[in-house]
Each structure stands twice: as structure tokens, then as C-alpha cells.
């Protein structure tokens, strides 16, 4: 059994290493931290601890703000969804991780992400249908996030087939995965119930603590990801990211 100290030196280096990810490619944080965390702690206590983190870093990568109010309408039924598929799927399912099959569902997310981002066809939407796909994507997006705290997939490959440009395309996820820690929070709460929140005041005053020290290491590492994006392909970088996160997908599924 890994001591408390040494939980929480882990946790750091985790989120340092997440916030990297993200400062290079703009995603990543909420699924390095999940599979890494997920490896020595519950994946309730890891969603959790990731709330403060993954909020700050993706408000962060929502700039610039003039820009975000058409995006926002292009994007609006998907976010719609994103939040009913969350709050939703918390409320059926129970609290992230309390589901039997929370290991393995984290782990198939993990590996159709990875293959996806190897070898996944570049697919172009046309736009009369963006809207009601957009919403059906929020919703399993939102499904997947309540059973497993990972809100990446198919999000991400839905942005990726709207033609966005490079700019566009980071605020877009920058905007989905705000909502989605939104949702998540939200649903967190909810999911605990009416008789929960005079005896959980102490426990999430504790985690609010714990994920705000989470947050140094993770914008650390988001801003020491962004100058070595400077120097380093996106494209490589992405593939090492992709081939490690396929690794511990597939590592997750079978102990699951």
C-alpha cells in the first residue's frame, strides 16, 4: 500500500508531466492524469483531484476571448450535450469510478483514443450536420466522462473534422473541456445526494485543497510545454503521447 507522502509526491509529478502534454499539444492533461493516477489511487479520488487543474489549464486555452462568442455558437449543441451526458450519466451511474466496470471503460476510452489519434482517417463534417452530431458526440463525450473522468473522447475527433484552424481548433477544446469539468464538478455533487453534504464538508474541503497544490506542478508543466513546443514537432510528440496512452489502455483493459 503506497504511504500518503508518497501518493502525493506521485500526484505532483503526475500533473506536472500532464500539464507538459498539454502545453505541447493542448490535450492530454485530463487523460494522462486519469491512466497515471488511476494506477495507485481510486479514479474517484483522481477525477477529483483533477477538477482545479484541468479548469484553470482549459479557461487558460479558451484565449482569446473575443473569438470564443462564434465558436461558442457554432459549438452550442455540443456543449448542451456535454453537460446532459455528464450530469446524467453521474446521476445513473453513481460518483466516477464506483461503477464495476469504471477500470476497464477508462481503458477501452484510452486505446479507441490512441488508435484514433495513430491512424484514424481525416474526416470532414459538412456543416448542415454539425449541429445534431455535434450533440449526439456531446453526449457520449458526457456518458464516457461521468463512467470514467476522461472527456476527450470522441470530442476531440469530432473538433478534428470540423476543418478548424490550428487557433480554432485549441479554443474549440479548450472550450469542450471546460464544460466538461464543469459538468463533472456538477455532477460529482449532485451524485452525492441531500444526506451527504453536512458530513462531506471536511472531505471536499480537504480535496479542494489538494487539487489546488495539484495546480502549481500542472501550470508548470503546461508553460514549459509550450516553449518546448517551439522546438519540438507537435506531430512526434503526439505520437510518443498516443503509443504511451495505447500502452496503458491496453494494460487497464486486462487487469480490468
Known amino acids: 500500500m503506497w504511504d500518503a507522502w508518497w501518493v502525493l509526491a506521485a500526484a505532483l509529478a503526475v500533473f506536472g508531466l ?3 502534454v498539454k502545453g505541447v499539444v493542448g ?20 477525477a477529483a483531484w483533477l477538477l482545479l487543474p484541468s479548469l484553470v489549464t482549459n479557461v487558460v486555452q479558451m484565449r482569446p476571448m473575443p473569438s470564443l462568442r462564434p465558436l461558442l455558437r457554432r459549438l452550442g449543441w455540443m456543449q448542451l450535450g456535454i453537460v446532459a451526458g ?20 477508462l481503458g477501452v476510452a484510452l486505446v479507441v483514443y490512441a488508435l484514433w489519434g495513430l491512424w484514424g482517417p481525416g474526416l ?44 480554432a481548433l485549441m479554443q474549440a477544446m479548450g472550450l469542450c473541456f471546460t464544460v466538461s469539468t464543469l459538468a463533472l464538478g456538477a455532477g460529482m455533487a449532485l451524485a452525492q445526494g441531500p444526506g451527504h ?5 471536511t472531505g471536499w474541503g480537504a480535496t ?10 500542472a501550470l508548470a508543466g503546461m508553460a514549459w510545454g509550450e516553449r518546448l513546443r517551439q522546438s519540438l514537432s507537435p506531430q512526434v510528440f503526439k505520437r510518443v503521447l498516443m503509443l504511451g496512452l495505447l500502452a496503458l489502455g491496453i494494460y487497464m483493459c486486462a487487469r480490468g
Open 208 to 217: 479542494a485543497l489538494v487539487s489546488a497544490l495539484m495546480l502549481l506542478p
Open 197 to 201: 453534504a453536512a458530513s462531506s464538508w
Open 124 to 167: 470532414q463534417l459538412p456543416q448542415r450536420h454539425q449541429a445534431w452530431l455535434g450533440l449526439l458526440c456531446g453526449l457520449l463525450t458526457g456518458w464516457i466522462t461521468a463512467l470514467t473522468g476522461v472527456f476527450v473522447v470522441p470530442a476531440v475527433a469530432f473538433l478534428q473534422s470540423l476543418a478548424l484552424g490550428r487557433q
Open 18 to 20: 500532464a500539464g507538459v
Open 86 to 105: 455528464t450530469v446524467g450519466g453521474m446521476l445513473w451511474w453513481g460518483p466516477v469510478g464506483e461503477a464495476a466496470v469504471a477500470r476497464t471503460a
Open 27 to 46: 490535450l492530454g492533461l485530463p487523460t494522462v492524469s486519469m491512466a497515471l493516477l488511476a494506477l495507485f489511487m481510486p479514479a474517484g479520488q483522481a
